[in-house]
């Protein structure tokens, strides 16, 4: 059966042209399964959120002091607030619809994994797993939540499974990859991990931020995420 659609002004298409190239689109609650497309302003989101992820990598190959030694401390404090200052400047350009600014997005993200290294000196794998879990499993729990959506979760109409799944999977690798990676370190005090104990520590933590980040709630994503990643991993580290 046809349905009537009342017209549509030039005026109007103009007006959310010009909406959807500073804004990005709020994200479309779970549906059914499949492939959809993101906006150009959603991409560059995600892919800021995903990006600084991958800053701990060069320091799989650069032998370090543990503790951290005052220069490097202050490279890596520099280097991150570098990123966060960037991302905050130009934040307009990712904006979604009635979002605000981005302070406390940006903040949450940055503190958390600041916090850790600043209050864990001696345990910059845990302060690096933080930002893992932020950069690859919040990330992509947004990320394949929007491109696949698919059947909501029981307790959170707003987030679906495909987003719960790639949280796990892949947050979950990439996190404990992050974390081995610095135990290699020749220099750390305490022995290495092989990956399998790396991802048995990891894991939890993973776990609980997958949770945290489906619930319902007006506090962002990010500080939730980050704040569970830093108190459940600096306890998980006593086990290792």
């Known amino acids: 059966m046809s349905t009537f659609s009342p017209p549509v002004s030039s005026a109007s298409l103009t007006s959310q042209s010009s909406i959807s190239r500073t804004h ?3 994200p479309l609650p779970p549906s059914s399964f499949g492939l959809y497309s993101l906006s150009g ?16 990598v060069p320091l799989q190959f650069i032998p370090h002091r543990d503790p951290l030694s005052a220069t490097l401390w202050w490279i890596i404090i520099s280097v991150i607030a570098a990123v966060t200052a960037h991302i905050y400047l130009r934040f307009r350009r990712i904006r979604r619809n009635a979002e605000d600014l981005g302070t406390s997005a940006i903040s949450g993200y940055a503190v958390a994994v600041l916090l850790t290294i600043v209050l864990l000196p001696d345990r910059l794998e ?73 991802l048995l520590l990891t894991a939890p933590a993973v776990a609980a931020c997958a949770f945290v980040e489906s619930l319902p709630s007006r506090i962002n994503d990010n500080i939730r995420v980050g704040l569970t990643a830093a108190v459940v991993l600096s306890l998980l580290s006593f086990w290792r």
């Open 41 to 56: 302003a959603e991409s560059r989101r995600r892919l800021w959120h995903m990006a600084p992820g991958l800053l701990p």
């Open 126 to 198: 845990v302060g690096l797993a933080v930002l893992a879990i932020l950069a690859f499993g919040d990330g992509s729990a947004s990320l394949f939540g929007q491109m696949f959506r698919g059947p909501a979760l029981p307790w959170n109409p707003g987030k679906s499974w495909s987003g719960l799944t790639a949280f796990l999977l892949i947050g979950g690798l990439l996190t404990a990859w992050i974390y081995w990676g610095e135990t290699q370190n020749p220099e750390a005090q305490e022995p290495a991990l092989d990956f399998t104990r790396a």
């Open 24 to 26: 990005c689109a709020m």
